[in-house]
């Protein structure tokens, strides 16, 4: 079994920056990719930043040039800085690998998910 455990996010106020990380232990075979998600209140969790094991990296319109996602292939770490936060940002964050396991399968993983809030 993979665990994703997050952290990183608090309260910072708008035009702060934050880094989130999210390490992933247990018996990983490989991954495929590292996302970032994140869920407003009253709104549909949405993909915030996506890198994968080619190196291929998207963000979403609304972070490109303020939100960079990087990782620690030794650590089986992702991180996102997050940097000109503003309001419309605060979310709850949750990371997500898509991996190969013990089962020999590719598997979906989640993080508990980590709250940014920004104030304005």
């Known amino acids: 079994q993979v665990q994703l455990v997050e952290s990183g996010g608090r309260l910072v106020q708008a035009g702060g920056s934050l880094r989130l990380s999210c390490a992933a232990s247990g018996i990983i075979f490989s991954i495929d990719r590292w996302n970032w998600y994140r869920q407003a209140p009253g709104k549909q969790r949405e993909l915030v930043a996506r890198i994968t094991s080619g190196g291929t990296i998207n963000y979403a319109d609304s972070v490109k040039g303020r939100f960079t996602i990087s990782t620690d292939n030794a650590k089986n770490t992702v991180y996102l800085q997050m940097n000109s936060l503003k309001p419309e940002d605060t979310a709850v964050y949750y990371c997500?690998?898509?991996?190969?396991?013990?089962?020999?399968?590719?598997?979906?993983?989640w993080g508990q998910g980590t709250q940014v809030t920004v104030s304005s």
């Open positions: 997500n690998f898509l991996v190969v396991d013990t089962s020999r399968l590719w598997t979906n993983y």
